[in-house]
Protein backbone atom coordinates (compact mmCIF):
# COMPACT_ATOMS: atom_id res chain seq x y z
CA UNK A 1 0.00 0.00 0.00
CA UNK A 2 1.18 3.26 -1.20
CA UNK A 3 1.64 6.34 1.37
CA UNK A 4 -1.19 7.65 -0.84
CA UNK A 5 -3.42 5.10 -0.69
CA UNK A 6 -2.86 4.94 2.84
CA UNK A 7 -3.97 8.38 3.37
CA UNK A 8 -7.13 8.07 1.40
CA UNK A 9 -8.10 5.65 3.47
CA UNK A 10 -7.01 6.85 7.02
CA UNK A 11 -7.35 10.57 6.82
CA UNK A 12 -11.18 10.59 7.98
CA UNK A 13 -10.86 7.85 11.26
CA UNK A 14 -8.11 10.22 12.24
CA UNK A 15 -10.40 13.14 11.86
CA UNK A 16 -13.30 11.82 13.77
CA UNK A 17 -10.15 10.71 16.56
CA UNK A 18 -9.41 14.30 16.67
CA UNK A 19 -12.82 15.23 17.29
CA UNK A 20 -13.30 13.06 19.50
CA UNK A 21 -10.79 13.88 21.70
CA UNK A 22 -10.84 18.15 21.26
CA UNK A 23 -14.71 17.79 21.98
CA UNK A 24 -14.39 15.40 25.46
CA UNK A 25 -11.52 16.90 26.70
CA UNK A 26 -13.48 19.32 29.45
CA UNK A 27 -16.22 16.27 30.14
CA UNK A 28 -17.21 16.58 33.28
CA UNK A 29 -19.85 13.69 32.54
CA UNK A 30 -19.96 10.92 34.57
CA UNK A 31 -21.29 8.54 31.53
CA UNK A 32 -19.05 10.13 29.03
CA UNK A 33 -15.39 11.00 30.37
CA UNK A 34 -12.65 12.29 28.72
CA UNK A 35 -11.29 10.04 25.33
CA UNK A 36 -7.89 10.34 26.96
CA UNK A 37 -9.04 9.49 30.50
CA UNK A 38 -10.72 5.61 28.31
CA UNK A 39 -7.56 5.44 26.81
CA UNK A 40 -5.30 5.63 29.35
CA UNK A 41 -7.35 3.09 30.99
CA UNK A 42 -7.23 0.92 28.20
CA UNK A 43 -3.56 1.16 28.36
CA UNK A 44 -3.56 0.35 32.39
CA UNK A 45 -6.27 -2.83 32.08
CA UNK A 46 -4.04 -4.02 28.68
CA UNK A 47 -0.72 -3.54 30.84
CA UNK A 48 -1.64 -5.22 34.01
CA UNK A 49 -5.55 -5.61 34.79
CA UNK A 50 -5.80 -8.54 33.47
CA UNK A 51 -7.92 -7.37 30.36
CA UNK A 52 -4.85 -8.95 27.91
CA UNK A 53 -6.14 -12.33 29.47
CA UNK A 54 -9.80 -11.36 28.37
CA UNK A 55 -8.44 -10.08 24.64
CA UNK A 56 -6.97 -13.55 24.13
CA UNK A 57 -9.52 -15.36 25.09
CA UNK A 58 -12.46 -13.61 22.65
CA UNK A 59 -9.77 -13.69 19.90
CA UNK A 60 -9.18 -17.34 20.17
CA UNK A 61 -12.58 -18.31 19.83
CA UNK A 62 -13.02 -15.63 16.78
CA UNK A 63 -10.78 -17.13 14.71
CA UNK A 64 -11.01 -20.83 15.36
CA UNK A 65 -14.87 -20.41 14.87
CA UNK A 66 -14.49 -18.64 12.36
CA UNK A 67 -11.78 -20.79 10.49
CA UNK A 68 -13.99 -23.97 11.81
CA UNK A 69 -16.88 -22.30 9.52
CA UNK A 70 -15.18 -21.54 6.92
CA UNK A 71 -13.72 -24.53 5.67
CA UNK A 72 -17.28 -26.40 6.49
CA UNK A 73 -18.65 -23.59 4.93
CA UNK A 74 -17.04 -24.11 1.68
CA UNK A 75 -16.72 -27.88 1.30
CA UNK A 76 -20.49 -28.28 1.75
CA UNK A 77 -21.09 -24.98 -0.61
CA UNK A 78 -19.03 -26.24 -3.29
CA UNK A 79 -20.78 -29.51 -3.61
CA UNK A 80 -24.14 -28.40 -2.96
CA UNK A 81 -23.26 -25.69 -5.81
CA UNK A 82 -22.39 -28.13 -7.85
CA UNK A 83 -25.21 -30.87 -7.80
CA UNK A 84 -28.41 -29.18 -8.61
CA UNK A 85 -30.61 -32.09 -6.95
CA UNK A 86 -29.04 -31.20 -3.78
CA UNK A 87 -29.28 -27.76 -4.07
CA UNK A 88 -32.84 -27.98 -4.55
CA UNK A 89 -33.73 -30.33 -2.00
CA UNK A 90 -32.00 -28.28 0.56
CA UNK A 91 -32.97 -25.03 -0.85
CA UNK A 92 -36.03 -24.17 1.87
CA UNK A 93 -33.87 -25.69 4.65
CA UNK A 94 -31.11 -23.01 3.75
CA UNK A 95 -33.68 -20.49 3.93
CA UNK A 96 -35.03 -21.71 7.19
CA UNK A 97 -31.47 -21.48 8.54
CA UNK A 98 -30.44 -18.24 7.53
CA UNK A 99 -33.58 -16.29 8.78
CA UNK A 100 -33.18 -18.15 12.08
CA UNK A 101 -31.11 -15.67 14.40
CA UNK A 102 -28.59 -17.45 15.76
CA UNK A 103 -28.43 -15.01 18.91
CA UNK A 104 -31.54 -16.95 19.99
CA UNK A 105 -29.25 -20.17 20.52
CA UNK A 106 -27.32 -18.41 23.28
CA UNK A 107 -29.02 -19.48 26.38
CA UNK A 108 -29.80 -22.70 25.04
CA UNK A 109 -26.00 -23.59 24.52
CA UNK A 110 -25.01 -21.91 27.66
CA UNK A 111 -27.58 -24.10 29.48
CA UNK A 112 -26.45 -27.24 27.71
CA UNK A 113 -22.99 -27.88 27.00
CA UNK A 114 -21.71 -24.75 29.62
CA UNK A 115 -19.54 -21.85 29.95
CA UNK A 116 -16.35 -22.69 28.77
CA UNK A 117 -14.49 -22.30 25.49
CA UNK A 118 -16.01 -24.95 23.91
CA UNK A 119 -19.92 -23.47 23.86
CA UNK A 120 -18.65 -19.97 22.15
CA UNK A 121 -16.41 -21.54 19.65
CA UNK A 122 -19.41 -23.62 18.26
CA UNK A 123 -21.86 -20.83 19.00
CA UNK A 124 -19.63 -18.50 16.72
CA UNK A 125 -19.47 -21.31 14.49
CA UNK A 126 -22.99 -22.03 13.91
CA UNK A 127 -23.49 -18.29 13.45
CA UNK A 128 -20.78 -17.97 10.76
CA UNK A 129 -21.68 -21.05 8.92
CA UNK A 130 -24.60 -19.97 6.90
CA UNK A 131 -23.16 -16.25 5.36
CA UNK A 132 -20.03 -18.79 4.24
CA UNK A 133 -22.20 -21.44 2.73
CA UNK A 134 -24.57 -19.35 1.34
CA UNK A 135 -22.13 -17.65 -0.63
CA UNK A 136 -19.98 -20.46 -1.71
CA UNK A 137 -23.22 -21.61 -3.42
CA UNK A 138 -24.14 -18.60 -4.86
CA UNK A 139 -20.49 -17.77 -6.14
CA UNK A 140 -20.44 -21.34 -7.99
CA UNK A 141 -23.70 -20.39 -9.58
CA UNK A 142 -21.91 -16.92 -10.82
CA UNK A 143 -19.54 -19.37 -12.82
CA UNK A 144 -19.42 -19.58 -16.75
CA UNK A 145 -21.86 -22.69 -17.93
CA UNK A 146 -18.34 -22.91 -20.96
CA UNK A 147 -16.41 -23.09 -17.91
CA UNK A 148 -18.16 -26.65 -16.75
CA UNK A 149 -18.54 -27.98 -20.41
CA UNK A 150 -14.94 -27.26 -21.20
CA UNK A 151 -13.58 -29.14 -17.74
CA UNK A 152 -16.39 -32.24 -19.27
CA UNK A 153 -15.10 -31.94 -22.62
CA UNK A 154 -11.40 -32.86 -21.40
CA UNK A 155 -13.28 -35.12 -18.80
CA UNK A 156 -11.21 -33.89 -16.00
CA UNK A 157 -12.02 -35.50 -12.77
CA UNK A 158 -14.86 -34.03 -10.73
CA UNK A 159 -12.51 -33.31 -7.71
CA UNK A 160 -10.02 -31.74 -9.62
CA UNK A 161 -12.61 -29.54 -11.12
CA UNK A 162 -13.74 -28.37 -7.67
CA UNK A 163 -10.08 -27.40 -6.46
CA UNK A 164 -8.87 -25.97 -9.63
CA UNK A 165 -11.82 -24.95 -11.50
CA UNK A 166 -15.02 -24.26 -9.14
CA UNK A 167 -12.85 -23.18 -6.16
CA UNK A 168 -10.87 -20.38 -7.60
CA UNK A 169 -14.15 -19.15 -9.27
CA UNK A 170 -15.89 -18.62 -6.69
CA UNK A 171 -13.50 -16.95 -4.35
CA UNK A 172 -14.27 -13.43 -4.80
CA UNK A 173 -18.47 -14.32 -3.35
CA UNK A 174 -16.52 -17.01 -0.47
CA UNK A 175 -14.58 -14.19 0.98
CA UNK A 176 -18.05 -11.81 0.39
CA UNK A 177 -19.76 -14.09 2.72
CA UNK A 178 -16.13 -14.70 5.33
CA UNK A 179 -16.26 -10.67 5.48
CA UNK A 180 -20.20 -10.80 6.66
CA UNK A 181 -19.47 -13.52 8.80
CA UNK A 182 -16.33 -11.88 10.74
CA UNK A 183 -18.84 -9.39 12.11
CA UNK A 184 -21.19 -11.71 12.92
CA UNK A 185 -18.65 -13.73 14.81
CA UNK A 186 -17.71 -10.48 17.16
CA UNK A 187 -21.25 -10.10 17.96
CA UNK A 188 -21.85 -14.00 19.10
CA UNK A 189 -18.41 -13.61 20.75
CA UNK A 190 -19.97 -10.19 22.86
CA UNK A 191 -23.28 -11.98 23.43
CA UNK A 192 -22.08 -15.77 24.15
CA UNK A 193 -19.61 -13.95 26.89
CA UNK A 194 -21.88 -11.58 28.52
CA UNK A 195 -24.94 -14.21 29.10
CA UNK A 196 -22.53 -16.50 30.91
CA UNK A 197 -18.24 -16.70 31.30
CA UNK A 198 -16.03 -15.57 33.57
CA UNK A 199 -13.68 -14.11 31.11
CA UNK A 200 -13.93 -12.50 27.68
CA UNK A 201 -14.13 -9.18 26.56
CA UNK A 202 -17.98 -9.49 26.50
CA UNK A 203 -17.63 -10.73 30.30
CA UNK A 204 -15.32 -7.50 30.72
CA UNK A 205 -17.46 -4.66 29.48
CA UNK A 206 -20.59 -6.60 31.99
CA UNK A 207 -18.83 -6.72 35.31
CA UNK A 208 -17.60 -2.89 34.24
CA UNK A 209 -20.87 -1.91 33.54
CA UNK A 210 -22.29 -3.62 36.44
CA UNK A 211 -19.81 -1.95 38.39
CA UNK A 212 -20.09 1.85 37.18
CA UNK A 213 -16.80 1.74 36.33
CA UNK A 214 -17.70 3.88 32.87
CA UNK A 215 -13.89 4.27 31.72
CA UNK A 216 -13.32 0.22 31.83
CA UNK A 217 -16.85 0.28 30.25
CA UNK A 218 -15.55 2.02 27.62
CA UNK A 219 -12.02 0.88 27.08
CA UNK A 220 -13.36 -2.59 26.46
CA UNK A 221 -15.75 -1.07 24.05
CA UNK A 222 -13.05 0.21 22.12
CA UNK A 223 -10.89 -2.45 22.18
CA UNK A 224 -13.85 -4.69 20.54
CA UNK A 225 -14.05 -2.40 17.87
CA UNK A 226 -10.30 -2.55 17.35
CA UNK A 227 -10.36 -6.55 17.70
CA UNK A 228 -13.18 -6.20 14.30
CA UNK A 229 -10.79 -3.65 12.19
CA UNK A 230 -7.54 -5.62 13.19
CA UNK A 231 -9.47 -8.65 11.75
CA UNK A 232 -10.95 -7.05 9.16
CA UNK A 233 -7.85 -5.37 7.92
CA UNK A 234 -6.05 -8.97 7.96
CA UNK A 235 -9.21 -10.58 6.14
CA UNK A 236 -8.52 -8.02 3.35
CA UNK A 237 -4.82 -8.44 3.00
CA UNK A 238 -5.21 -11.99 2.50
CA UNK A 239 -8.32 -11.38 -0.21
CA UNK A 240 -5.78 -9.02 -2.00
CA UNK A 241 -3.23 -11.96 -1.72
CA UNK A 242 -5.35 -14.59 -3.38
CA UNK A 243 -7.21 -12.89 -5.24
CA UNK A 244 -4.94 -10.23 -6.77
CA UNK A 245 -5.83 -11.39 -10.57
CA UNK A 246 -9.68 -10.71 -9.55
CA UNK A 247 -8.71 -7.06 -8.59
CA UNK A 248 -6.54 -6.54 -11.68
CA UNK A 249 -8.55 -7.83 -14.32
CA UNK A 250 -11.07 -5.02 -14.63
CA UNK A 251 -11.19 -1.65 -13.47
CA UNK A 252 -12.53 -0.59 -9.93
CA UNK A 253 -15.05 1.74 -11.54
CA UNK A 254 -17.02 -0.92 -13.74
CA UNK A 255 -16.12 -4.13 -12.25
CA UNK A 256 -18.92 -4.36 -9.06
CA UNK A 257 -18.03 -6.45 -5.87
CA UNK A 258 -19.30 -9.31 -5.10
CA UNK A 259 -22.63 -8.71 -3.16
CA UNK A 260 -23.36 -10.93 -0.04
CA UNK A 261 -26.16 -13.41 -0.16
CA UNK A 262 -27.39 -12.94 2.95
CA UNK A 263 -28.90 -9.91 4.80
CA UNK A 264 -28.11 -8.64 8.26
CA UNK A 265 -30.54 -6.67 10.69
CA UNK A 266 -29.00 -4.10 12.59
CA UNK A 267 -30.79 -5.78 15.93
CA UNK A 268 -29.53 -9.13 15.55
CA UNK A 269 -28.26 -10.97 13.10
CA UNK A 270 -30.08 -12.96 10.45
CA UNK A 271 -28.25 -16.33 8.68
Known sequence: MTVRAAIRQLWLPALVFVILLLSTAGSTSFYFPPLTTVLHTLWDQLAGGGLLDDLWFSLRNIVLGLALATVVGVAAGLVIGEVRTLRLALGPLLDFARATPTVGFVPVIILTLGIGSGPKIFLIFLGSLWP???NTIAGVGQINPAVHETTRGYRVPWHLQLRRVVLPGALPQIFAGI?????IAVVLMVVSEIYGSPIGLGNFILQSGSSFHVAETWAGTLLIGLLGYGLSVLLLLCEHALLGWYHQRAPRASRP???PAIE???????V
Open 132 to 134: ILL
Open 179 to 183: RVALS
Open 257 to 259: SPA
Open 264 to 270: KKSNGVV
